[in-house]
């Protein structure tokens, strides 16, 4: 039996989200204090550069744009619980899409892109590192093993992601990982989905993990924030110094919110792994609904991988709605209780009509009706499937009219 009064040695997720990051000066607050600096300052000239010959070392105060402890603390809990050596918090969740191709890529070398990649990831990939001389290319995200074949003698980097936030394929993250170690090839993946409570790509063999922290980590819709999380010391500080290059700074309000988010992250996200699966088995027995993309669901065609290495899943799914454009707006304009918009994550029900045929290229999407993805906030899940059911009956009297 342990101490009384001593943590328990292998905290379970709940618990590492309230322990995590908290100023360990007591008496004191719970939270930790913002930290508002631009200069940071020394009482000595030896001080100041030993400051700065450690500054890109974990925790090391030397200037405002290196980070502070409250910038510290929120990376540290991210780092624990993704099971990493070290996290880098940037400004957004493309910052963090967009830093390890930064950080890593250099003119000549390619890098191979799951064809079911976050849209803005695309163009940044397109319109930025393409130009600074990096080959770029896509892979289909059901690839496996199989990707060895699209591997070249400078392919240095595979970017995963999973699953597609458009078109929900999982990917076989172990057996990619494994055929890009093989090779010497980093490997990073976008965890958004499922954020780091459920789904762990480093203990999968991949190398860097990506978060848009703007969804479930803020929770709120309320801050923009991303990380990105290494396995290897060398990775970390090597993210650390191209957040540099780049000149990011994280604001400490947006931190706070992103540290007050992740307290209540696995209540919240139990919640919406409910509710979204409830509305999304509801919805598959619809006539209005060719299918619906959800891995939770036994029917889909992921479903067995999703199961191996998930241990849930988030409020993000899509509908293929047996209609045109113009049906689907008027399934999601009927709506009351899911708003459209971009984003998700946070506490409220979305709707967003997509289009994933244009944002692909190394495969075809197969949709033969139009693609509505939903988002299942924190709302009663009875009030969400009787709003989605009186929408589905305007598009009925739409069709039949
Ligand atoms: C939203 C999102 C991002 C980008 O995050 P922002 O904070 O909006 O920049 C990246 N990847 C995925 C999968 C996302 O859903």
Redesign the pocket.
Known sequence: MRESGSPPCQPRPETQLSRLGRPAAHPGPVNMPLHRASTIVFDTVAELEAAKAARFDKGTMFYGRFGTPDVFAFEGAIATLSGGVGTVAVP??????VLPLVAFLKPGDHVLVTDSV?E??RTSLQAFIARSGVEVSYFDPRAGAQIAGQMRANTRLVYL?SPG?LTFEVQDLPAIAAVARDKGVLTMC?N??ASPLYLKPLSLGVDLV?E????YVVGHSDA???TVTAADAAHHRLLRQAANWLGYRISPDDVYLAQRGLRTLAVRLERHYRTSLDLAAWLEGRPEVRRVLHPALPSHPDHALWRRDFSGASGLFAVELDTSKAGATIFAEALQLFSQG????GYESLVLLTDPAHARTATRWDGQGTLVRLYAGLEDAEDLRADLQAGLERLKAFTNG
């Open positions: 957004s969740g493309l910052a963090a899409c976050y803005p990831a992601e936030s976008d958004t989905w990506v848009a922290a703007t969804k923009m924030i991303g971009f984003s998700w994550g």
